[in-house]
């Protein structure tokens, strides 16, 4: 736990690949901080463009100490790539970051003051902003999230996303994340969303912090790999979706379960595993509870026997939400 009067350290952790075009624009939005990281760690996947010489040129006149490491052949690809930075971080958190965006200038000094004034927090996700080539608004804001708020582990799927750009998190979690992403601890689809697994390895170590500022101006391109909008749902696919991500939290807190109650072996998690496990059945429990509203053939029968009171994690709002889900599949308008 970081004590409030301790200021931080913050690495930027940056992977590369034939990044030319917009590297060197990111790195000045980096050095143009008003309060600068600690630590650049970039970490290159072979390019073969002029990705390294920007480097070397950037660390020729820029004041932030910078690391560059190759990553290996035998690992490439974005994953790898990104896990290789963070394990040559060497301070308190890590900022994510890609090598074609642009960062407002007050996002470490926002993300850094946030983090001392919330010591339990290991994850902070932040909103960013779509543009184009040229920065130009897109008119697209993302995450979708209302107001600042601090969330607790498992992280639901309708209430937390982010990209990772939009993220820094505890060095503590790194060994979770390379574990997680790599399906030394099979999660399901969270092992298949490097993102995802960071907002679930963080979670397990601490507190999750919604911040309600833009932070980062997220630029799509030719090359881009996500798109910059979010499809509209309606609220019969809503239900279905909600129900596969109850039952996705289920199979990762089993997954989590089995994980933490295997004896002798060497696990990333290095608080009390007796006192977590109680924590990971705690909350199985309930999504399990949560999971057969949806599964029994007698739905109104089920859910007269469970009081709200019953659904201690989440408390009523989120059993609610779940109750109106269930009986729109009960009255077979979801398939």
């Known amino acids: 736990m970081i004590k409030a009067d301790k200021k931080i350290s913050i690495s930027v952790a940056m992977a590369t ?7 060197f624009e990111q790195l000045m939005s980096i050095n143009n901080q008003l309060d600068l ?7 290159d996947d072979n390019s073969n463009d002029e990705t390294i010489n920007i480097i070397n040129k950037f660390k020729s006149i820029s004041t932030i100490p910078l690391k560059l490491v190759i990553n290996s052949k035998e690992k490439s690809g974005v994953i ?9 971080c060497n301070s308190d958190f890590i900022c994510y970051c890609d090598q074609d965006d642009y960062w407002e200038a007050d996002k470490i000094s926002t993300l850094r003051s946030l983090l ?18 040229k920065l130009e608004d897109l008119g697209v804001v993302q995450p979708n999230f209302k107001d600042s708020a601090l969330v607790k582990f498992p992280a639901y799927h309708d209430d937390l ?3 990772g750009h939009q993220m820094i998190f505890s060095v503590e979690a790194v060994k979770l994340i390379e574990d997680i992403s790599t399906k030394k601890i099979d999660l399901g689809d969270v092992s298949t969303c490097f993102d995802l697994s960071i907002i679930v390895a963080s979670g397990m170590l601490g507190d999750i912090l919604l911040v309600n500022q833009i932070l980062t101006l997220f630029r799509r391109h030719g090359g881009s790999l996500t ?6 749902k309606s609220i019969v696919n809503n239900a279905e979706r909600n129900k596969q991500n ?4 289920v199979d990762q807190l089993e997954a989590l ?17 007796d006192l977590y496990l109680i924590s990971i059945r705690q909350k199985l429990t309930y999504y399990q509870q949560i999971l057969s509203l949806y599964k029994s053939k007698n739905v109104f029968q089920l859910v007269s026997k469970i009081k709200v009171n019953d659904f201690k994690y989440k408390g009523s709002l989120f059993f609610l939400k779940q109750l109106f889900y269930v009986l729109l599949l009960a009255f077979n308008i979801s398939k």
């Open 227 to 232: 798109l910059a909008g979010k499809e509209k």
């Open 80 to 88: 790898y790539n990104f896990l290789n930075a963070f394990k040559n």
């Open 161 to 163: 996303w982010g990209f």
């Open 246 to 249: 109850v039952k996705a939290l």
């Open 17 to 23: 690949y034939n990044g030319q075009r917009y590297l």
């Open 257 to 273: 379960e089995e994980y933490i109650g295997q004896s002798g072996q060497s696990k990333a998690i290095t608080f009390n595993d």
């Open 37 to 43: 990281p600690d630590e650049i760690v970039i970490s």
């Open 116 to 133: 001392i004034q919330n010591p339990t927090v290991k994850l902070a996700v932040h909103k960013s902003r779509s543009v184009n080539e």
